[in-house]
């Protein structure tokens, strides 16, 4: 089961349900961002632009859901919101930071729900907890209402368990998204596969994949992933201390999340210009791969999610997002699809990245390989 923060009815209730991340605005209520320090918050004034777009477009909206404390950590554990169960297997982590947002889906309590994507806060849970996930393209999407206000990394986006749902939530949010072309599956395309060294598991369940979906293949190289990844945690703590650093003043954020803020006030301006630096660099190397091919093609997590126990242990998750993160910086559009896994009963996930602007081509992608997979199964 999910940890929604709070249940409503919103919009049509004859439209598909949607839930909302708890960073996002919706009008009367807090935006608490799973954090204590924001209990005593003011409701917000007006809804956020992807709310009210989805209330135009038919949507029933019906919560919001619970997430890792100011979206600032990969597990989605929150003893004071509410750890979300993941519906795959409730000993796993259900990934973070839209946690609930995945769990909804995955359980089935709503047809879709939207999260947020600063560091792969939607294709990391969407891969933990089986279900597809979507990162548009960086301002594909407004960020009107959403929480961080200021944000050179954050996409609004959304959550499904089939891909011409995704394609409905970004046909309401997204005014130019083209939702025919996205509902044609793409059979006969070429993709860049990148070699990531995953584990084994997730490799076999990757390779598999592939070959369900027939697409021609072509060995590509991102040397600059691991430089990327560096970047992007530079600018994420620059950004996340400026946003919400003042709060720790008031002794109310999680200690997990204190320590990360305290640790990310510490980054230097000449951290965030090479960093910037390497986005330019990273941007143009990304762009380079995609060349002659639909889209670039990789795991979108190296390992399968660990267990809830193994992480209070103090089992370390940062390398879970080494995939994800270094899209973020560069801001291509990135989509997550649950992929079965060889003799278990979980699903990891296929990460498909495409152009910039060319989110539509992935969800054309993703729905190739959804039927593929069913067909493949009967």
């Given at each position: 089961?999910?940890?929604?923060?709070?249940?409503?009815?919103?919009?049509?209730?004859?439209?598909?349900?949607?839930?909302i991340?708890?960073?996002?605005?919706?009008?009367?209520?807090?935006?608490?961002?799973?954090s204590?320090?924001?209990?005593?918050?003011?409701?917000?004034?007006?809804?956020?632009?992807?709310?009210?777009?989805?209330?135009?477009?038919g949507w029933?909206?019906?919560?919001?859901?619970?997430?890792?404390?100011?979206a600032?950590?990969?597990?989605?554990?929150?003893?004071?919101?509410?750890?979300?169960?993941?519906?795959?297997?409730?000993?796993?982590?259900?990934?973070?930071s839209?946690?609930?947002?995945?769990?909804?889906?995955?359980?089935?309590?709503?047809?879709?729900?939207?999260?947020?994507d600063?560091?792969?806060?939607?294709?990391?849970?969407a891969?933990?907890?089986?279900?597809?996930?979507?990162?548009?393209?960086?301002?594909?999407?407004?960020?009107?209402?959403?929480?961080?206000?200021?944000?050179?990394?954050?996409?609004?986006?959304?959550?499904?368990?089939?891909?011409?749902?995704?394609?409905?939530?970004?046909?309401?949010?997204?005014?130019?998204?083209?939702?025919?072309?996205?509902?044609?599956?793409?059979?006969?395309?070429?993709?860049?596969?990148?070699?990531?060294?995953?584990?084994?598991?997730?490799?076999?369940?990757?390779?598999?994949?592939?070959?369900?979906?027939g697409?021609?293949?072509?060995?590509?190289?991102?040397?600059?992933?691991?430089?990327?990844?560096?970047?992007?945690?530079a600018?994420?703590?620059?950004?996340?201390?400026?946003?919400?650093?003042?709060l720790?003043?008031?002794?109310?954020?999680?200690?997990?999340?204190?320590?990360?803020?305290?640790?990310?006030?510490?980054?230097?301006?000449?951290?965030?210009?090479?960093?910037?630096?390497?986005?330019?660099?990273?941007?143009a190397?990304?762009?380079?791969?995609?060349?002659?091919?639909?889209?670039l093609?990789?795991?979108?997590?190296?390992?399968?999610?660990?267990?809830?126990?193994?992480?209070?242990?103090?089992h370390?998750?940062?390398?879970?997002?080494?995939?994800v993160?270094?899209?973020?910086?560069?801001?291509?559009?990135?989509?997550?699809?649950?992929?079965?896994?060889?003799?278990?009963?979980?699903?990891?996930?296929?990460?498909?990245?495409?152009?910039?602007?060319?989110?539509?081509?992935?969800?054309?992608?993703?729905?190739?390989?959804?039927?593929?997979?069913?067909?493949?199964?009967?």
């Open positions: 089961m999910s940890a929604f923060v709070e249940r409503f009815d919103l919009g049509d209730r004859n439209g598909p349900t949607i839930a991340k708890d960073c996002i605005d919706i009008e009367g209520m807090p935006t608490r961002a799973g204590a320090a924001l209990a005593e918050i003011l409701p917000a004034r007006r809804d956020a632009a992807v709310v009210d777009a989805l209330i135009r477009a029933h909206i019906v919560g919001k859901t619970t997430m890792h404390e100011l600032y950590g990969m597990t989605g554990m929150n003893p004071v919101a509410g750890t979300p169960l993941n519906p795959q297997d409730p000993a796993l982590i259900p990934g973070g839209s946690s609930d947002s995945a769990a909804a889906v995955g359980s089935g309590e709503v047809d879709a729900a939207l999260g947020s600063t560091g792969g806060s939607i294709r990391l849970p891969a933990c907890c089986g279900v597809l996930g979507l990162k548009p393209t960086f301002g594909r999407v407004s960020r009107l209402g959403a929480w961080p206000r200021e944000s050179s990394l954050d996409c609004v986006g959304p959550f499904a368990r089939s891909a011409l749902v995704l394609r409905d939530v970004m046909q309401a949010i997204a005014h130019d998204f083209d939702g025919g072309k996205a509902a044609r599956p793409l059979a006969k395309a070429r993709v860049g596969v990148l070699a990531t060294g995953s584990d084994a598991a997730v490799d076999a369940a990757f390779t598999a994949a592939l070959r369900t979906a697409w021609q293949q072509e060995p590509r190289e991102l040397p600059g992933m691991q430089a990327a990844f560096d970047a992007a945690i600018v994420i703590n620059q950004e996340t201390w400026s946003a919400f650093g003042h720790l003043d008031g002794g109310k954020v999680g200690a997990d999340v204190a320590g990360r803020l305290r640790a990310a006030g510490t980054t230097t301006a000449d951290a965030r210009q090479q960093a910037e630096r390497v986005r330019l660099a990273f941007v190397d990304v762009d380079r791969a995609l060349e002659g091919v639909d889209a093609v990789l795991p979108t997590l190296p390992s399968l999610p660990p267990t809830l126990a193994e992480v209070a242990a103090g370390s998750v940062i390398a879970l997002s080494r995939l993160r270094p899209f973020n910086l560069s801001g291509h559009p990135a989509l997550s699809y649950p992929i079965p896994v060889p003799a278990m009963p979980i699903k990891a996930g296929l990460q498909l990245v495409g152009r910039k602007g060319d989110d539509e081509r992935l969800c054309a992608l993703a729905l190739h390989l959804e039927r593929a997979l069913q067909d493949s199964q009967i």
